[in-house]
């Protein structure tokens, strides 16, 4: 028989490669379908306000291809630990999986469904729309698969930029390239084309609609109202937010009925995008206009810095002018198209560029007139107006030396006094309802009808007052929330925000990320509705004399009429 055996020196042939296999494009897998349980269930947890099912499919389905991911990443450290390669899982771990995700998924959304239950009692929401609710998990599961599409589109992308460049230079210095220019590109197609193409075509659809004039609002007949008769600003130029502003507000017979004292026109000046080409000229514009009016020469004189497409909160302005008696004068322009929550994210230069510009503009003219001759200044803002209306000043100092008064509601989280403010706030207050400086100057509310805390201080001076919800979500979102726990969530929660909510990493950043679009659908005193708190903020900044507890429970109610 022949002897087969071979020389050791001798060569063994190997087998041709075959074809590298090709995984489906949504395959899975276990340790990643394990994350994104985990990060699903957690995701119906409470946040600030009562979301819907489709919003809540939307959080979930973000969440959860988070969670796949989070589960990908661990399993690879983990073998790298190991030292050994991937391997399928058994089918009886498949198996468990299902049986564990059927059950957690199960009873996490009957929990989330009480709980939103919970949200809606608190804050006297009635609207539940069972059928989104249903969907929700069809939303999700969508959403998810929509995000791995996309993750594994821009991995395929790297792997091919990858492999082309390693026909010239190293592995490893291809694989940092490779990593570097999907990176890149990724960055520049989502900001550039995506994030700037979008934001390009909704500041042209809101330019057109900034041009139509709402029905029932006409041109004021009055000298005293930007766009009237002898106006140095034209009705047209005004914007639709101005012209809104300039032809309403309360009469003087409304005043009159109010205080039971004769009252005069409340002047409102604007300038509107369309009235000058820069901020500055704007501003200017609007002071030449408040000269025109006979501004300086009235009481109290109120700094209004608008929100978005130059909208202004009618409660804001109405209830300064009824505790003011009518002898009040307000200016604001206009710096974006876009509606406040855009504005908000895209257009926070130009909010502290007019900001900034007006006040300047009239304190310049203000503080030319003789001491005894100059109104009372008041500055105010809502949302993105209080982020502008805070740019004009340094600090406390400044605020209590150059103002008479100051209202902000709804101050966004990244607010540079506002974060001072409260980031050095007595030991022991809450974030929620911080005292700085033991109340000296600037103060806290949610609800001002009650005693502003410190209540027991005093409260000399300038007045500096902060009207802000526990579940206003513009006040605590901020990209910390993805990695650190926000003290605002740890100490004692509002009296409109459950007690049940807890910080989970990128859950609630996503959570609360979600909340921002509905902040203002929800009753007034709860989110981002602050029209019922104007009335005793400005009482508590303007300290009006013989105004009574009656007399403010009449006007509440004259401005939830709109009247």
């Excluded at 460049?165 to 084309?193: H, K, N, Q």
């Excluded at 974030?431 to 005093?458: L, W």
Aim: aromatic share 12%; hydrophobic share 45%; glycine share 12%.
């Amino acid at each position: 028989m022949r002897d087969v055996r071979r020389a050791p020196d001798e060569e063994v042939a190997e087998p041709a490669p075959g074809p590298p296999k090709r995984r489906r494009l949504l395959f899975l897998t276990l340790p990643g379908c394990w994350g994104a349980l985990v990060l699903a269930c957690l995701s119906f947890t409470p946040s600030l306000l009562p979301r819907g099912g489709l919003l809540q499919g939307l959080v979930c389905g973000i969440t959860a291809a988070i969670g796949y991911g989070l589960g990908v990443l661990a399993a690879w450290v983990g073998r790298a630990f190991a030292d050994r390669e991937p391997r399928p899982a058994e089918r009886r771990s498949w198996l468990g999986f299902l049986v564990a995700a059927g059950v957690l998924f199960g009873v996490s959304f009957g929990f989330g469904q009480y709980w939103q239950y919970e949200i809606r009692r608190l804050m006297g929401v009635d609207d539940y729309d069972v059928w989104s609710v249903v969907l929700s998990p069809v939303v999700a599961a969508l959403v998810f698969c929509l995000l791995l599409l996309i993750g594994r589109g821009l991995r395929g992308l790297y792997h091919w930029v990858v492999g082309l460049l390693r026909r010239w230079i190293g592995p490893r210095a291809a694989t940092a390239v490779g990593w570097a220019l999907v990176a890149g590109l990724t960055w520049v197609l989502f900001t550039g084309l995506l994030l700037d193409g979008l934001v390009g075509a909704a500041n042209e659809a809101f330019s057109v609609r900034d041009a139509t004039t709402p029905e029932g609002v006409h041109r004021p007949t009055s000298t005293l109202r930007s766009g009237g008769p002898g106006s140095l600003v034209p009705w047209d130029s005004l914007g639709m937010q101005g012209r809104i502003f300039a032809a309403t507000g309360p009469s003087p017979a409304a005043i009159e009925k109010f205080t039971g004292r004769p009252a005069p026109t409340p002047i409102r000046s604007y300038a509107g995008l369309a009235s000058s080409d820069d901020t500055e000229s704007r501003a200017a514009k609007a002071v030449a206009e408040l000269d025109r009016q006979g501004a300086f020469r009235r009481a109290n004189l109120l700094v209004m810095t608008t929100t978005g497409s130059g909208w202004v909160d009618p409660a804001a302005v109405d209830s300064f002018e009824y505790l003011s008696g009518g002898d009040s004068a307000t200016v604001a322009i206009q710096y974006s198209y876009l509606p406040s929550w855009m504005s908000y994210l895209v257009d926070q230069t130009k909010a502290r560029e007019a900001g900034r510009a007006l006040f300047d503009a009239v304190y310049e003219a203000w503080s030319r007139l003789p001491l005894d001759a100059r109104p009372r200044l008041f500055v105010a803002g809502e949302s993105l107006g209080s982020f502008g209306g805070e740019t004009a000043f340094s600090g406390e100092y400044d605020l209590r030396n150059r103002t008479s008064g100051t209202l902000f509601a709804g101050p966004p989280n990244f607010n540079t006094l506002f974060r001072e403010f409260s980031d050095h706030r007595a030991a022991g207050s809450p974030e929620a309802r911080p005292v700085y400086k033991d109340g000296r100057t600037v103060r806290f509310a949610s609800d001002p009808g009650a005693a502003v805390p410190p209540s027991d201080r005093p409260w000399d001076g300038t007045r500096v007052l902060y009207l802000m919800h526990p579940s206003d979500p513009i006040v605590w979102w901020s990209p910390r929330l993805a990695y650190r726990e926000p003290d605002w969530i740890g100490q004692s929660p509002g009296d409109d925000v459950l007690e049940e909510m807890v910080w989970i990493p990128f859950v609630t950043f996503w959570q609360v990320t979600a909340d921002l679009p509905f902040a203002t659908g929800v009753p007034d005193g709860h989110g981002h509705k602050y029209s019922a708190e104007y009335v005793d903020g400005w009482n508590s900044v303007l300290r009006p004399a013989g105004v009574t507890a009656l007399d403010l429970d009449n006007l509440r109610g004259i401005i939830a009429a709109g009247d």
